[in-house]
């Protein structure tokens, strides 16, 4: 509000108070003075004249008022309004609600001093009697409710425009400090007013016709001025009580039309003082607090419906992962079966293969005790060639002295018999040997090759050892009769004692070769002993840990079944969820949908 502003609303509110004190306040008192007093026309004349002047001069008051108010005003000022805090913004507003009550100070001070200024100015016409200067005395009575009244009522409707203003509409009044005036009791002080001014008036009148004061009949038309005047100022006060209360009734109507239409952009203008414009601070405080509430459903509405769009695709996405998941789970559950099965004949084979070396381990056990035998045999067999060829060399040289004794070449051939007989055991023995070494060896496989090959150079052996026996037992008996021929087999069975002295090395040489090949293959054999019992506790480690391996892979596949029922299930969970997603979006358009028929 500038200051033409300012100014304007100051001289229409002045103007109009004063217009009531001087159109109606005035004359009102004028008449009833006239009438009570009984005054003629010269001094009603100087009455009205007195009262002119006395009213001119109390014009000081309002003037005083005027100045006040557009101190009030000055605050609406721009330049001075926008620097204001709101505290200081609510206190300005307080005082202009409270303006209206303040006025009657002013009209008080206006009429107190200005009706006995008047009755002081009468006196310089002329000295008025007891009975002229009497009804002056009622004038408080008659004048001060029903202007009062009038004055608050015209100075409350001045300030309308004002406080409806966009400026101090949206400004609340602090609530301690205003001064209410309620509907009751501008009601009570209306009737009161309007009571008493014919109360007064008509008594005083009454009063006056039946002591003999005044006659009535003497004073028709200042009378009949004076009920007219009388009615004109009811009117005027019963109207602005009335307008009061329709304004505000009107403004409340139109807010709660507007609020059952969805706008809640207005805002109820607290023109009063009274419970009506109170409850504008209450109504105002409920829609501010309401449109917060509708933004707040709109702006959660509008997250909602974000939210759920998002919680929908999370639980796409969520559920095209699960799916995923789901045949992953499938395949891993194929391969873990295929696996445990894998596991199972892994296990299988691995007791097959336990058990298998086992038995390679008794049999090689067996192999080394025959190994070992045979060994005693070759060395025994050693033993005996070496006897053997003690006694060659011995029949050799009983051969060189068969010439001198034909019975000690008897008794070699006889010896040498004897001999024949034990290489024919021998070689026996070593083709019992080489049968069981070659059957064994057949037994062993692989392991059991070189032992094969030593098998057939002893029954080789043995078969040569077997010819030269019969070789021998040919000799020999070639001796015998040699001897019964006498000395001319002699040099021939000397010669056949030499190869069989040669034979007897070799077989000699040979028997300590397979003895040395045996000892060897002793050697091998506790490696492959030795070998076979570290291949039989690998067997048995492999055999645990294969059947640990399938008891975990069938843990591992109930797993996985488990785990794929659970994401089966919250395939399910998820798939109700994108559903939920899906109605709590729709909800939450139609929540936003009603709440936008809300203005805010």
């Known amino acids: 509000m500038n200051q033409l502003e300012s100014r304007k609303l100051r001289w229409k509110l002045t103007l109009g108070l004063e217009l009531l004190t001087s159109v109606l306040a005035v004359p009102l008192a004028v008449l009833f003075i006239i009438t009570a007093g009984g005054y003629d026309f010269n001094k009603s004349i100087a009455l009205i004249v007195a009262s002119m002047i006395s009213l001119t001069c109390s014009y000081i008051v309002p003037s005083i008022r005027f100045l006040y108010l557009g101190r009030i005003l000055s605050k609406l000022n721009d330049s001075i309004w926008f620097s204001l805090n709101s505290k200081e913004k609510s206190e300005v507003k307080t005082r202009i609600l409270n303006f209206p009550l303040s006025n009657t100070f002013f009209y008080l001070v206006q009429w107190s001093l200005g009706v006995p200024y008047a009755w002081w100015l009468l006196r310089i016409f002329f000295v008025p009697t007891f009975l002229e200067s009497f009804p002056f005395l009622f004038l408080p009575f008659i004048i001060y409710p029903i202007l009062g009244v009038s004055h608050f009522f015209l100075t409350e409707s001045s300030f309308v425009d004002l406080l409806e203003s966009e400026r101090l509409n ?62 004109i100022a009811v009117v005027i006060v019963s109207y602005q009580l009335s307008s009061t209360i329709r304004r505000n009734s009107e403004n409340m109507i139109q807010i709660f039309g507007e609020m059952s239409d969805g706008n809640l952009t207005h805002i109820l203008p607290m023109v009063s003082s009274d419970e009506l414009g109170s409850n504008s601070k209450a109504l105002n405080e409920f829609v501010k607090r309401l449109r917060i509430i509708v933004k707040s459903v709109v702006r959660e509405a509008e997250k909602l419906s974000g939210s759920s769009k998002s919680l929908g695709e999370n639980t796409r996405e969520l559920s095209r992962k699960m799916q995923d998941q789901a045949a992953s789970t499938e395949e891993m559950s194929s391969g873990v079966e295929e696996i445990a099965a894998s596991i199972h004949s892994t296990a299988s084979r691995a007791e097959s293969q336990a058990q298998i070396a086992k038995k390679a381990q008794s049999s090689l056990a067996e192999l080394e005790a025959r190994i070992r035998q045979v060994h005693v045999a070759l060395l025994e067999t050693k033993g005996d060639a070496d006897r053997m060829k003690s006694e060659t060399r011995s029949g050799e040289e009983a051969l060189q002295g068969t010439q001198k004794a034909m019975e000690a070449i008897e008794e070699s051939t006889a010896k040498m018999g004897a001999t024949v007989n034990v290489i024919r055991e021998i070689t026996d023995r070593i083709g019992l040997l080489s049968l069981n070494a070659a059957i064994e060896a057949a037994r062993a496989g692989e392991a059991g090759k070189g032992f094969a090959v030593v098998a057939q150079e002893i029954a080789k052996l043995g078969e040569q050892t077997q010819e030269n026996a019969k070789r021998i037992t040919g000799a020999i008996s070639e001796a015998l009769n040699a001897t019964k021929s006498g000395r001319e087999v002699i040099e021939s069975t000397q010669t056949v004692f030499q190869r069989i002295g040669d034979t007897v ?96």
Not at 185 to 199: E, F, G, K, N
Not at 209 to 227: A, C, F, Y
């Open 505 to 600: 090395a070799v077989t000699l040489d040979r028997v300590s070769e397979v003895a040395s090949l045996s000892d060897s293959q002793l050697t091998a054999s506790e490696q492959v002993k030795s070998a076979f019992t570290d291949l039989s506790l690998s067997s048995e480690e492999i055999r645990n840990h294969t059947q640990e391996q399938a008891q975990t892979s069938t843990e591992f596949s109930k797993t996985i079944v488990t785990i794929s029922e659970t994401t089966e299930f919250l395939n399910q969970v998820v798939t109700q969820i994108d559903e939920l997603a899906v109605k709590l979006n729709e909800q939450a358009g139609k929540l936003r949908s009603e709440v936008e028929f809300f203005k805010t």
């Open 170 to 231: 949206e400004v609340q009044a602090d609530s301690e400090k205003m001064r209410k005036v309620g509907v009751h009791a501008r009601i009570l002080s209306t009737i009161v007013a309007i009571a008493t001014l014919p109360i007064v008036v008509l008594g005083y009148l009454l009063f006056e016709e039946t002591s003999g004061w005044v006659k009535l009949g003497d004073v028709t038309i200042p009378l009949i001025l004076t009920l007219v005047f009388m009615l």
